[in-house]
């Protein structure tokens, strides 16, 4: 056995529940991902982690890329004080010489139970806060010089790689990225939303899809100043279930990192997922910061991090993400969600969708300040894998 080799030869046991119970037994079951124990005979325990087949999965190569980057990510973590397990090996899915069968990633199995945030008290979430402003605090002393997502490099160091992919029409991955300017990174990531959109038109009804293109250019538009590195690690689902905690709330551990990307830091440093009231946020169009966030932002004021402060209280990056992901097919949705958007830059209490559409049609661009920054950003996904280094222009 793989584990047994990787510790030298001590003996091991793989401790899975029955298939009829595995879907109740949320230690084994995620909701992508499938995790079983490895017991040693000393005493230390693994996990092996796998990805559940389904009919939305992604195509094989992909998988690969994200299991790769997730291992890259435990790595670089090592070097850091943040609360990971460490990773011990990876295999693909379709390498040959994978024995298993199956990709994997062999992990240590951290003490501690998946934190439910509506369960704890005062007490309790402001402990647990003041842990996470502290690996804030942390995760900023390791800045990266590249935005996208980790691989390892042919020494096996974690390094920033592509962003996200396309297919060709072989459905081999397009790369895109790593990227060296904000801008950059988000131009193609519009670019190929709408390319998607526009290849679902018969779908679709083409009011939504025109509605959709206009709002997806407006969101780059009120963006801070475009940002060269540094960037930072940004833990993507960053729910309560990721969070491990003890009896007395301590964080044991923050798992499930298969989506972090290296990212600027006003998208680094806002406020994990779940201190959103993202009830509010989707079905109301509500963004205004959440007594958690507030309180996140006051304890990071207090230990000297004024700017991290600051940026744990801003959902403007979250928002362009969410109305960039956010399903066609979901009207309501994605009109709150625009909603949301719309007031966290506006500051205004009301949003009302045929106001916007009647005020700001196509030369919403020119009204919001900075006239010119998204045609510059349209030629530029003309290299669409990224610009050259500026450094070296």
């Given at each position: 056995m793989?584990a047994?080799?990787?510790?030298?030869?001590?003996?091991?046991?793989?401790?899975?529940?029955?298939?009829?119970?595995a879907?109740?037994?949320s230690?084994?079951?995620?909701?992508?991902?499938?995790h079983?124990s490895?017991?040693f005979?000393?005493?230390?325990?693994?996990?092996?982690?796998?990805r559940l087949?389904?009919?939305?999965?992604?195509?094989l190569?992909e998988?690969n890329?994200?299991?790769?980057?997730e291992?890259?990510?435990?790595?670089?973590?090592?070097n850091?004080?943040?609360?990971a397990p460490?990773?011990y090996?990876?295999a693909d899915?379709g390498?040959?010489?994978?024995?298993?069968?199956?990709?994997?990633i062999?992990?240590e199995k951290?003490a501690g139970k998946?934190?439910?945030?509506?369960?704890?008290?005062?007490?309790q979430?402001?402990?647990f806060t003041?842990q996470l402003?502290?690996?804030?605090?942390e995760?900023?002393?390791?800045?990266?010089?590249?935005?996208?997502?980790?691989q390892?490099?042919?020494k096996?160091l974690?390094?920033?790689?592509p962003?996200f992919f396309?297919?060709?029409?072989d459905?081999?991955?397009?790369?895109?990225g790593?990227?060296?300017?904000?801008?950059?990174?988000y131009?193609?990531?519009?670019?190929?939303?709408i390319k998607l959109m526009?290849?679902k038109?018969?779908?679709v009804?083409?009011?939504t899809?025109?509605d959709q293109?206009?709002?997806?250019?407006?969101?780059?538009?009120?963006?801070?100043?475009?940002?060269c590195s540094?960037f930072?690690?940004r833990?993507?689902d960053?729910?309560?279930?990721?969070?491990?905690?003890?009896?007395?709330?301590?964080?044991?551990?923050?798992?499930?990192?298969?989506?972090?990307?290296?990212v600027?830091?006003?998208s680094?440093?806002?406020?994990?997922l779940l201190f959103?009231?993202l009830?509010?946020?989707?079905?109301?169009?509500?963004?205004?910061?959440?007594q958690?966030?507030?309180?996140?932002?006051r304890?990071l004021?207090?230990?000297g991090a004024?700017?991290?402060?600051?940026?744990?209280?801003?959902?403007?990056h979250?928002l362009?993400d969410?109305?960039?992901e956010?399903?066609?097919?979901?009207?309501?949705?994605?009109l709150?969600?625009?909603?949301?958007w719309?007031?966290?830059?506006?500051?205004?209490?009301?949003?009302?969708?045929?106001?916007?559409n009647?005020?700001n049609?196509?030369?919403?661009?020119?009204?919001l300040?900075?006239?010119?920054?998204?045609?510059?950003?349209?030629?530029?996904?003309?290299?669409?894998?990224?610009?050259?280094?500026?450094?070296?222009?």
């Amino acid at each position: 056995m793989r584990a047994e080799a990787l510790r030298g030869g001590v003996p091991c046991i793989v401790n899975l529940p029955p298939a009829d119970q595995a879907y109740s037994n949320s230690d084994v079951l995620g909701s992508r991902h499938y995790h079983g124990s490895i017991e040693f005979d000393d005493g230390q325990t693994w996990l092996a982690k796998f990805r559940l087949p389904n009919h939305n999965e992604p195509p094989l190569q992909e998988r690969n890329f994200d299991r790769r980057s997730e291992f890259a990510t435990y790595r670089f973590l090592e070097n850091t004080a943040v609360p990971a397990p460490e990773a011990y090996d990876y295999a693909d899915d379709g390498d040959p010489e994978n024995l298993v069968g199956a990709g994997y990633i062999l992990l240590e199995k951290l003490a501690g139970k998946p934190l439910v945030w509506r369960e704890a008290n005062e007490v309790q979430k402001d402990k647990f806060t003041r842990q996470l402003a502290d690996i804030h605090v942390e995760l900023e002393r390791h800045p990266l010089d590249k935005l996208g997502r980790l691989q390892l490099s042919p020494k096996g160091l974690p390094e920033v790689g592509p962003a996200f992919f396309d297919y060709d029409l072989d459905g081999n991955l397009i790369p895109f990225g790593p990227f060296y300017e904000v801008w950059d990174y988000y131009g193609p990531s519009v670019h190929q939303k709408i390319k998607l959109m526009k290849s679902k038109t018969g779908e679709v009804a083409t009011s939504t899809a025109e509605d959709q293109e206009r709002v997806y250019w407006s969101l780059l538009e009120p963006l801070p100043p475009n940002a060269c590195s540094p960037f930072f690690l940004r833990h993507v689902d960053s729910r309560d279930a990721n969070f491990l905690v003890d009896d007395d709330y301590n964080i044991t551990g923050i798992i499930n990192w298969e989506l972090a990307i290296s990212v600027s830091k006003a998208s680094a440093f806002q406020s994990p997922l779940l201190f959103y009231d993202l009830n509010e946020l989707y079905h109301k169009g509500i963004s205004w910061s959440s007594q958690d966030e507030m309180r996140l932002s006051r304890i990071l004021r207090e230990k000297g991090a004024a700017e991290l402060a600051t940026l744990a209280e801003d959902k403007q990056h979250f928002l362009v993400d969410q109305l960039i992901e956010a399903d066609l097919w979901e009207r309501e949705k994605f009109l709150s969600l625009l909603s949301g958007w719309w007031m966290e830059i506006t500051a205004m209490k009301t949003f009302d969708w045929h106001e916007w559409n009647r005020r700001n049609p196509d030369g919403i661009l020119d009204k919001l300040g900075v006239p010119g920054r998204v045609l510059a950003l349209t030629d530029s996904v003309r290299n669409i894998g990224g610009r050259q280094d500026p450094r070296h222009r």
